[in-house]
């Protein structure tokens, strides 16, 4: 597994690149107190409705995402974020191609 290296600035848009018909993610940091993962998601793509234990901060870095959390639909574009708090179905579609950066904290 590649991280982010330490103590090297880099433009976290950068770091992950949009594939046709996929979802590409990049851990960037891993501990047991939690993870930053960089996703790109492709027009059309989504992560299905899903719960987990932890809560769940998305910025968005590019484009706009759909993110619905316990039933209610949300756009979050570009320079926004929305907390997914623990234990609520979310889910999260992606109307164009986008990037957005996942930071979970667990505990």
């Known amino acids: 597994m590649e991280t982010l290296s330490p103590s090297e600035p880099r433009l976290l848009s950068t770091l992950v690149e949009v594939q046709e018909g996929s979802i590409v993610s990049r851990i960037l940091l891993k501990k047991e107190t939690g993870s930053v993962t960089i996703f790109a998601f492709d027009a059309g ?16 870095l ?35 191609a986008f990037k957005m950066l996942l930071t979970m904290i667990r505990g």
Request: no cysteine; aromatic share 2%; proline share 8%.
């Open 45 to 60: 793509q989504t992560l299905s409705e899903h719960t987990v234990p932890y809560d769940a901060l998305v910025q968005v």
């Open 62 to 96: 590019e484009g706009k995402a759909e993110i619905t959390i316990s039933g209610v639909g949300h756009e979050v574009g570009a320079g926004e974020t929305i907390l997914m708090p623990a234990h609520q179905p979310h889910a999260v579609r992606a109307p164009a």
